[in-house]
């Protein structure tokens, strides 16, 4: 196993997390992209991609939802990652395409940029039930095809906008090619100039907007292949990276930080679905903190360590602060976690020697009341109730 997987000490932790993105819902529209996991230290399949926003680490092929929503990952393991099929062999970019969109069923409609597009994939993938569309190289096209093309000085002469179409003759695949600051070229079995609509684009010399001729392959080849690069912008927010020379490390990390990425999606979406409004959902970096006072309310703080601390009346911990703290105002203590605060049958009240101002919001009354579990003063009077308000969910 160790010789036919490079990955065979992250296996188990990369199985877990495709068992959830597989279970993710696709849409009709969905990209293919690379993905880079940054890492600088020594590993058998490091990788050097230029224009990515960490060009070197492990790399991987995603599958995800033009929201970011990663649906299937493949990480690279050198040439041998090519498979053969009945119909030849297939390149890197194209056997990746096709081992992909092995969890989806006919009729999604796959944008990828020209690492992977040429005529050959194409046709595959009209054989299993899928349309195609992406930027293509020029040296992946036969050479008639590109002699039957407007050159880029006959459409740079045009205007920013021109465009030529060549379709095959059975119509099942188009050749776009169109010119902005420079020339694009697009191959597409469901996309071609059919309807031209207008951008807005910005014009250097004039120093302004101007709007330019667009086909349809290129807006949708825009609206739908920007997933995985949203992903990599939400996978840098807040990351849990730490300074390691082993690559098993920095790959665990990575797809804690994926895992948690898709669930801030399907978070997000269901929040809207309940008519939510967007400033009560919490972004992505107090998704992490929530999700991170979980884990140690549930595993690190554990029954018993509170029960061991309760066990202590509070004069001998007063004594304890005393002898510890300096001269002068000692400092505010936190209010602890929504989960922890909700552990109804560790929050007892006890009765303190001094008082202090109660920490219940919009109260400015001091008590001797503290909770033994949060160590923090609260009323608790036959007028005033502190003590229960602070406890209930949402309360603060």
């Known amino acids: 196993m160790r010789k036919n997987d490079l990955l065979w000490k992250v296996r188990p932790v990369l199985d877990r997390v495709l068992q959830g993105c597989h279970r993710q819902i696709r849409e009709q529209k969905i990209s293919i992209d690379e993905m880079i996991i940054p890492f600088t230290g020594a590993c058998p399949m490091r990788q050097y991609c230029p224009g990515k ?23 690279y393991q050198g040439k041998k990652t090519g498979t053969k099929t009945g119909h030849g062999e297939f390149n890197v970019g194209e056997s990746a395409v096709l081992t992909l969109t092995e969890t989806l069923v006919p009729g999604h409609i796959i944008y990828c940029d020209r690492f992977f597009t ?3 994939l194409i046709d595959e993938l009209q054989k299993r039930g899928f349309k195609c569309a992406g930027t293509i190289m020029k040296n992946r096209l036969p050479k008639y095809l590109l002699h039957n093309l407007q050159t880029d000085k006959q459409l740079a002469k045009q205007g920013r906008g021109s465009y030529d179409v060549l379709v095959r003759e059975d119509e099942q695949i188009a050749l776009t090619k169109w010119y902005d600051n420079k020339s694009v070229m697009f191959l597409s079995s469901i996309h071609a100039a059919e309807t031209i609509d207008e951008c807005r684009r910005y014009d250097r010399k004039t120093r302004s907007y101007v709007h330019v001729k667009r086909p349809e392959v290129v807006k949708q080849y825009n609206s739908n292949m920007g997933g995985v690069d949203l992903t990599d912008r ?37 929040q809207k679905m309940q008519g939510v409004r967007s400033h009560k959902i919490l972004q992505l970096r107090a998704f992490k903190q929530s999700i991170s006072e979980k884990i140690l309310d549930d595993y690190l703080l554990s029954e ?12 001998v911990m007063e004594e304890k602060v005393s002898k510890t703290t300096k001269r002068g105002r000692p400092p505010v203590k936190a209010i602890p976690s929504t989960s922890l605060r909700q552990r109804g049958s560790l929050h007892l009240p006890a009765m303190g020697t001094s008082q202090h101002r109660c920490r219940q919001k919009s109260c400015v009354m001091k008590t001797t009341i503290y909770c033994q579990a949060c160590d923090l003063p609260l009323c608790l009077t036959a007028k005033r109730n502190c003590f229960a308000d602070f406890h209930l969910v949402g309360s603060n």
């Open 53 to 75: 926003p960490n060009p070197t680490g492990l790399k991987a092929f995603i599958l995800a939802n033009p929201n970011g929503l990663v649906c299937d990952v493949r990480i």
């Open 118 to 120: 040429s005529i050959k």
């Open 234 to 270: 939400l996978l840098a927010v807040c990351p849990s990276r730490m300074r390691t020379k082993k690559w098993t490390v920095r790959f665990i990390s990575h797809f804690i930080d994926l895992s948690i990425v898709n669930a801030w999606i399907n978070y997000k979406a269901d």
């Open 304 to 315: 018993n360590e509170i029960e061991r601390a309760t066990e202590e009346s509070l004069d």
